[in-house]
């Protein structure tokens, strides 16, 4: 008898599927954004800087109209979307960008505690080159006192920087109060609406946005690719370029445009922004019920404003649990994450969820539940009652010890 390999971890976890609730980590690629993306790996592929032929003129076609797309979706002109790799780089060029260009105005920005490392890496890096930086607070309720960021702004202050949509807590922060402070001092306001592209209504005029960073993958995009608006009306931002090498994106970002990518990425957008109140009212409803059953335990803890959030999001904290016996015990049933995917890797308690107050053990403890555009009223149930019979579990055996 022949040997017979064994199965690899892979193989042993593809056979068995959880139900998938991580979408702010990322969402799978919608068959529509493939389909819209697939002629331009073969049939359309050519190099949009490429100007002297019709396969360059048929990428850049398609590039400019996802330009508009985009703009369109947050009331912006074309001219002021910057192709990226995804919202870390976009986040990085707006933010040493802007230092770079205005440190002789001023060396002093202002961020959240909340926000993701893609923002507070940057800034701490920005740090060691002499800036100043101000790390704001946030409530129990993860949203930021507007009275403190007005007292903590100077006269060298050159940038704000606070994320729309939290990453971990869903919390949907005030960003038209934000954008009225720092249009008013005349500081710019950037905004990391990686989370929100496309699940809350963007308007960068009516929010006095000066740069906001997005990303495709959060909507069911694909990975590798994201876009930074950056203001050229009125008061054009000035930006100093990250990366060299040919003078792309109007100088601002060197590189050859992924064209497939970013026709899948202006579908993406397309069908968020002719689904968004639908969609919003189906995961709320699939939030609800989640909660509701959940909740029912008690030491059940949300983390973040319980109505002011993405309504997908649920972010919990369990009393008297062991945190990796928590996610251990939900992912043969449930693919869930306890905070940030960039993140997952480090040991300590997820920033975010200390920031709101919380101990060391209700921050491990936790669970970051993504409900996302494929998941059903019936998953709900199963992710209620494994989340439910793990916690219960959990309890029951640390009476025991």
């Not at 959880?18 to 068959?31: C, I, Q």
């Not at 905004?191 to 993958?217: E, F, N, R, Y």
């Not at 579908?267 to 002719?274: D, G, H, M, P, R």
């Amino acid at each position: 008898m022949g040997f017979k390999k064994p199965q690899s971890n892979f193989e042993l976890t593809m056979s068995i599927r959880p139900v998938y609730l991580d979408n702010h980590a990322t969402t799978p690629v919608d068959e529509r954004v493939l389909a819209a993306m697939l002629p331009y790996f073969r049939e359309i592929f050519g190099n949009p800087a490429s100007n002297s032929h019709v396969y360059g003129w048929e990428a850049e076609a398609a590039v400019k109209q996802t330009r508009e797309v985009l703009a369109a979706a947050i009331n912006a002109s074309p001219e002021e979307i910057v192709f990226t790799s995804g919202a870390t780089e976009a986040n990085n060029l707006a933010i040493k960008g802007v230092a770079e260009a205005y440190f002789q105005k001023g060396q002093h920005i202002i961020t959240v505690a909340t926000e993701h490392k893609a923002v507070l890496d940057p800034c701490q890096y920005l740090k060691t080159l002499g800036f100043e930086i101000t790390i704001l607070p946030v409530q129990k309720d993860g949203l930021i006192n507007l009275t403190e960021l007005e007292q903590v702004i100077r006269p060298e202050t050159i940038l704000v920087s606070v994320m729309a949509a939290n990453n971990e807590i869903g919390v949907l922060q005030p960003i038209a109060e934000i954008g009225e402070i720092c249009r008013h001092r005349q500081i710019l306001f950037h905004t990391d609406a990686a989370q929100a592209i496309g699940k809350i209504p963007l308007d960068v005029q009516a929010l006095k946005i000066d740069l906001m960073s997005l990303t495709a993958h959060k909507i069911y995009g694909a990975k590798g690719i994201g876009a930074l608006y950056v203001r050229r009306r009125n008061l054009r931002v000035q930006l100093a370029p990250q990366q060299h090498g040919g003078g792309h994106e109007r100088g601002m970002r060197s590189g050859t445009l992924y064209t497939p990518q970013i026709v899948g990425f202006g579908k993406a957008v397309e069908i968020a922004l002719a689904e968004q109140v639908t969609e919003n009212q189906r995961l709320l409803e699939l939030r609800q019920k989640l909660w509701g059953q959940i909740s029912t335990l008690p030491g059940i803890h949300l983390n973040g404003h319980p109505t002011q959030r993405l309504a997908g999001n649920l972010n919990i904290s369990v009393e008297g649990v062991d945190g990796a016996a928590l996610s251990l015990g939900l992912q043969p049933v449930v693919a869930v994450s306890s905070g940030s995917a960039c993140t997952s890797t480090n040991t300590a308690p997820s920033h975010v969820l200390t920031a709101l107050g919380n101990s060391e053990q209700l921050a491990y403890a936790s669970v970051r539940f993504g409900i996302g555009r494929f998941n059903t009223p019936e998953e709900m149930d199963i992710v209620a009652k494994q989340a439910i019979a793990t916690i219960e579990s959990l309890r029951k055996q640390a009476t025991l010890v």
